[in-house]
Structures are given as C-alpha cells and as structure tokens.
C-alpha cells in the first residue's frame, strides 16, 4: 500500500480514538424522551432482541459500522474485532476495502476477519465511485453477507486529496447495487441520510439505508487534523464547515415512508441512545467510535464483556418501556426537544 494511504487508515483510527477523551456535549440523542409509565413494564425473561431485516436474523439489534483494515495496525483492530462479533454474536462491518482491491497485500488485513468470525454476519464495505466489479471483488474477499456502500462528500470535501466531484454518485450507487451478489446497505459515514436522499436512494434500487448521522465521530475535524500548514494555507481548512449535517434521530424522523428500510448510526454513546434509535424507527444500530476505544484499550477481551453489557441493559431499558421486541418500541410514547424539536418543526414533521 502506498504509505499515505496507510498513514490515512491509521490517522483516522488515532484522531477518532482521540476525540473520545474530548468532553461530550448535549446531542440529538438527549433531546428525545420517553414519557415513563409506571405500569407498563413486562418481564425481561420474555424480551427477545433478536431483529430481523429483509432475510437476515441479526441476534443484536446492534452492530460495529464499518471503520478500518489494511494496515498493519488496522489489522490488528480487525481480528479483535471479528473475535468479539464471533463471541457475541454482533453483526459487524470493515472498514473500506477499496485499498484491498488495489494492493493485494493489504487484503489479507480484511481475510483475518473471516478468519476469525467464519460464520458471522460480515459486512464488506466500500466507496461510491468505484466500478461494479470493485463491488463484487468486495463482497468476495469478505465472502461478506451484506455490502455497505459509503456516501462521503462532506469527508471528501474536507480531505486535501479528497474527491471534488461527485457528479457521477447516483449513476455510481445504481450500478453497484445492481451488480452486487449480496445486499447493499448505502450509508453516510456521519453527517446523515436526508429524506430526499433515502427517496432517492430508493428509486436507484437501495434496500437499505445506514443514515449515519452528526454529533459521534466527527470527520471534518479528524480530517482538518490531518492537514500540514502547507495545505491549510492552500485553502484545505475546512473547520468553517463544523456542525454540517444531520443526526441519526433527526434523519429518523424526517425519513420517508417510501424510503429504503434504515439503519441508524452516528453518536450511539450507550444502549439507552440504541433503544432510542430503535423507537425512531431504525431495524437496527449501528456503533463506530463507542466501541473503538475499548478495542484499542484491551481488544477482544475489552470489548466482549462491553457488548454483553450492552445486550443485558438494552433488554433491561426494553423490560421497562414494556417492549417484548424492539418492533414494540414503536407503539412507546416519545418526546421531542431543544434543537431536535425545532429540526422537526423546520421541517415539518409532527
Ligand atoms: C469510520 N467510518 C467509516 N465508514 C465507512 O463507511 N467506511 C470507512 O472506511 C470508515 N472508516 C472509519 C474509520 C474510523 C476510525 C471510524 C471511527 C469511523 C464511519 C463509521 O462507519 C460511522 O458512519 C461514523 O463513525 C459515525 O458513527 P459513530 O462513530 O459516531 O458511532
């Protein structure tokens, strides 16, 4: 791999690990409230959290969003990763593969995660723009159940070697979905889906859609962190673009009933935020930067019992709220707030 592209990969795994430590602020996620009614509960013994979407049957209603892979490094975070998805069940997606496709050498950092986790629900991934057969090559080297297929405008704005036109998207997403053996699962990589895009992502034949929202893992900023003087004085700074973008719940509720069947994702901090993106009406959850911090802290061994917590307080939240599955969710009473309640109202959504 040429050794930008892999100081690229490991950039983005250092910078995201590094906004963690960053003090949180409100988001989206704290503006939506359920309202509690005492008597509602049922017995946690007979909440099932198994999902299904289309044919899959995913036994967490959660999943690890596609970050990395390629690098050494990276490497390593894959085979941790794909060992805790094995030991837990969890649906989990790589990140891009397109630096496999293009040097064969980096693709054994993508076949460690089947060599973990052979018979896991994998998700390959890869960037709008490539060819057809770049897609298919993807979901082969993963022997992947599902391909999720990145938007990132915003991300390749912001990136000095980053892409400026995007002309060619639509046509790009519609070929690749049709050429693609599994699935396609179209995603943002945090900055979010709109309604007009999920119709459109519709008509070009998407089934699913990842609407992966702002206010997690902020790609403007691990991009402008990457930026020398050289390319900021070059007009590469960004950072005027800050707080650009949608969050997962307002992408939720702004999504079109005629839509492809979403997924949600972008600043899921614990399972109260999963639960909550479930009663918005997403099939299931997707997690990116919450669980890249114990990976890289203990690895599989961190993360395993994390997911297991996970999985005991979602079915605890879903007891409480007197949902037996989280389809149930959607009949549970919810408030909308603050900044959330005025995206809804600016858009019109009651
Ligand atoms: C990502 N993400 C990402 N998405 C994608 O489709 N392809 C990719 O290669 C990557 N790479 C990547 C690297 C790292 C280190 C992180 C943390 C994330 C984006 C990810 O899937 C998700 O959409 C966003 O990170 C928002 O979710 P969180 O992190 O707020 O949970």
């Given at each position: 791999?040429?050794?930008?592209?892999?100081?690229?990969?490991?950039?983005?795994?250092?910078?995201?690990?590094?906004?963690?430590?960053?003090?949180?602020?409100?988001?989206?996620?704290?503006?939506l409230e359920f309202v509690h009614h005492?008597?509602a509960g049922v017995?946690?013994?007979?909440?099932?959290?198994?999902?299904?979407?289309?044919?899959?049957?995913?036994?967490?209603?959660?999943?690890?969003?596609?970050?990395?892979?390629?690098?050494?490094?990276?490497?390593?975070?894959?085979?941790?990763?794909?060992?805790?998805?094995?030991?837990?069940?969890?649906?989990?997606?790589?990140?891009?593969?397109?630096?496999?496709?293009?040097?064969?050498?980096?693709?054994?950092?993508?076949?460690?995660?089947?060599?973990?986790?052979?018979?896991?629900?994998?998700?390959?991934?890869?960037?709008?723009?490539?060819?057809?057969?770049?897609?298919?090559?993807?979901?082969?080297?993963?022997?992947?159940?599902?391909?999720?297929?990145?938007?990132?405008?915003?991300?390749?704005?912001?990136?000095?070697?980053?892409?400026?036109?995007?002309?060619?998207?639509?046509?790009?997403?519609?070929?690749?979905?049709?050429?693609?053996?599994?699935?396609?699962?179209?995603?943002?990589?945090?900055?979010?889906?709109?309604?007009?895009?999920?119709?459109?992502?519709?008509?070009?034949?998407?089934?699913?859609?990842?609407?992966?929202?702002?206010?997690?893992?902020?790609?403007?900023?691990?991009?402008?962190?990457?930026?020398?003087?050289?390319?900021?004085?070059?007009?590469?700074?960004?950072?005027?673009?800050?707080?650009?973008?949608?969050?997962?719940?307002?992408?939720?509720?702004?999504?079109?009933?005629?839509?492809?069947?979403?997924?949600?994702?972008?600043?899921?901090?614990?399972?109260?935020?999963?639960v909550k993106a479930l009663a918005a009406g997403?099939?299931?959850?997707?997690?990116?930067?919450?669980?890249?911090?114990?990976?890289?802290?203990?690895?599989?061994?961190?993360?395993?019992?994390?997911?297991?917590?996970?999985?005991?307080?979602?079915?605890?939240i879903l007891a409480l709220l007197g949902a037996e599955t989280p389809a149930a969710l959607g009949s549970t009473d919810l408030l909308?707030?603050?900044?959330?309640?005025?995206?809804?109202?600016?858009?019109?959504?009651?």
């Amino acid at each position: 791999m040429d050794a930008e592209r892999a100081a690229r990969k490991d950039d983005h795994v250092r910078l995201a690990r590094e906004q963690r430590d960053e003090p949180r602020g409100r988001t989206d996620f704290d503006d939506l409230e359920f309202v509690h009614h005492a008597l509602a509960g049922v017995d946690a013994e007979r909440v099932e959290l198994s999902v299904r979407l289309g044919e899959w049957h995913w036994p967490t209603p959660f999943y690890a969003n596609g970050m990395t892979g390629g690098t050494e490094w990276t490497t390593r975070i894959n085979r941790e990763l794909a060992i805790a998805a094995r030991e837990t069940g969890m649906p989990m997606a790589c990140g891009s593969v397109s630096v496999a496709l293009d040097d064969a050498e980096a693709a054994g950092g993508f076949a460690v995660i089947r060599e973990e986790n052979p018979d896991g629900f994998v998700m390959a991934n890869i960037g709008v723009g490539r060819d057809a057969d770049d897609a298919v090559r993807a979901v082969e080297l993963l022997r992947a159940d599902a391909l999720q297929l990145h938007l990132n405008a915003v991300q390749e704005t912001a990136m000095p070697e980053g892409s400026r036109d995007f002309s060619g998207w639509e046509r790009s997403v519609e070929r690749i979905i049709a050429a693609s053996p599994v699935p396609v699962i179209v995603k943002e990589v945090g900055f979010g889906l709109s309604r007009r895009t999920l119709r459109r992502l519709a008509e070009l034949g998407a089934q699913f859609a990842d609407v992966s929202g702002a206010g997690g893992t902020d790609f403007l900023r691990i991009e402008n962190a990457r930026h020398d003087s050289a390319s900021r004085s070059a007009g590469g700074d960004f950072a005027m673009l800050s707080g650009f973008g949608q969050s997962a719940l307002a992408c939720l509720l702004d999504a079109p009933a005629d839509g492809p069947r979403l997924l949600a994702s972008g600043g899921v901090r614990n399972p109260f935020d999963v639960v909550k993106a479930l009663a918005a009406g997403a099939g299931a959850v997707g997690v990116a930067g919450s669980f890249l911090q114990p990976l890289l802290a203990g690895g599989a061994e961190a993360l395993v019992p994390l997911i297991e917590r996970w999985i005991a307080q979602t079915t605890a939240i879903l007891a409480l709220l007197g949902a037996e599955t989280p389809a149930a969710l959607g009949s549970t009473d919810l408030l909308v707030r603050g900044r959330l309640a005025e995206y809804c109202r600016l858009r019109g959504i009651d």
